[in-house]
Nanobody, 122 residues
Framework: QVQLVESGGGLVQAGGSLRLSCAAS????????MGWFRQAPGKEREFVAA????????NYADSVKGRFTISRDNAKNTVYLRMNRVKPEDTAVYYC???????????????WGQGTQVTVSS
């Protein structure tokens, strides 16, 4: 069982930066693949980024590749999403999630946080 709590969301101007954090409880955090997803109003939840259990493998949605960076610190039970050069279309609620296998698919993730709102102004 893993409980996830996101933080770091807020209002940012287009072109700016933001770092999201996701703190996990439980002693098995380091065994999980961690992912970030987002959901904009009226849209389905979509994959943003994922990172393997040891940080050695990552995957990004094309829409954020080169701008966002996912990382994790297993000693702190925390996964991060660094968002650079943000755009108004990045506005969404951002969720972190944990999975047993590496995946970009929403249904593969078993544990979810409550989400944090990111709003990018133009």
């Amino acid at each position: 069982q893993v409980q996830l709590v996101e933080s770091g969301g807020g209002l940012v101007q287009a072109g700016g930066s933001l770092r999201l954090s996701c703190a996990a409880s439980g002693r098995t955090f380091s065994s999980y693949v961690m992912g970030w997803f987002r959901q904009a109003p009226g849209k389905e939840r979509e994959f943003v980024a994922a990172i393997s259990w040891n940080g050695g493998g990552t995957n990004y949605a094309d829409s954020v590749k080169g701008r966002f960076t996912i990382s994790r610190d297993n000693a702190k039970n925390t996964v991060y999403l660094r968002m650079n050069r943000v755009k108004p279309e990045d506005t969404a609620v951002y969720y972190c999630a944990a999975a047993n296998g590496f995946s970009t698919t929403y249904s593969s993730y078993d544990y979810w946080g409550q989400g944090t709102q990111v709003t990018v102004s133009s």
